[in-house]
């Protein structure tokens, strides 16, 4: 879910998942496509809304990676169409892994400091930054540069979501095994227990057989 342009789906291509990758944009899916083709692997690749899946209990593992499309959206019952649809896609027993923003990260630290920190590693400019504590939604302008060498400004409206929210939204879809873990950059682990000095949480759910 949110494919961009590949790099997670190609990698799981690769090990010889059966993937299909979805995304909004039909620019990003032609470069996904492209990236696939370089790579030698096979994906298919379908534009979607992520909160209108075309999809009923078809997959075994959806996977929604660094805000693939959740917690990126303008409200709260936007963000949860979001799940229902994954859930919708997903056959009985399957399990359902996703990130999203950690909403304890910015009760002790301040959210413009730690992307300005991170801004060399993508080469991206955060500026306009505001964050609402009240309802844990942050505004921010980012330039950065295309494929083609052109500045892209992008305006976002990210949702932060503290565990029991998540639990509660899930448990609401049917999941009975929620787990919930930091996100660190590189290979996700279960070891890494959820602190607030994660900026991300890792959510695995697993729907009733």
């Not at 939604?137 to 494929?147: L, Q, S």
């Not at 070891?191 to 057989?209: F, G, N, Q, S, W």
Request: glycine share 8%; net charge negative.
């Amino acid at each position: 879910m949110g494919c961009g342009t590949g790099r997670h789906a190609n990698e799981l291509a690769r090990r010889g998942y059966s993937v299909t990758s979805v995304d909004m944009s039909e620019q990003i899916l032609r470069r996904a496509r492209e990236k696939a083709r370089e790579n030698k692997v096979q994906v298919n690749s379908i534009q979607a809304d992520a909160r209108a899946l075309p999809f009923e209990h078809e997959f075994d593992l959806p996977i929604m990676l660094c805000e693939g499309g959740f917690s990126l959206i303008g409200t709260d019952e936007m963000n949860f169409e979001i799940l229902k649809s994954v859930t919708r896609a997903l056959k009985p027993g399957g399990k359902f892994i996703f990130t999203t923003l950690n909403g304890l990260f910015p009760l002790f630290h301040s959210v413009k400091e730690f992307l300005a920190s991170h801004q060399g590693e993508n080469q991206a400019v955060y500026e306009g930054h505001t964050f609402d504590l009240m309802i844990f939604r942050e505004h921010a302008r980012f330039i950065f540069e295309g494929d083609g060498g052109q500045p892209i400004e992008l305006e976002t409206n990210e949702r932060y979501y503290v565990p029991s929210e998540i639990t509660w939204q899930l448990k609401s879809l049917g999941y009975l095994k929620i787990e919930i873990f930091g996100a660190r950059l590189g290979p996700f682990s279960r070891e890494h227990r959820l602190t607030t000095e994660d900026y991300e949480m890792l959510v695995i759910a697993e729907k009733p057989a």
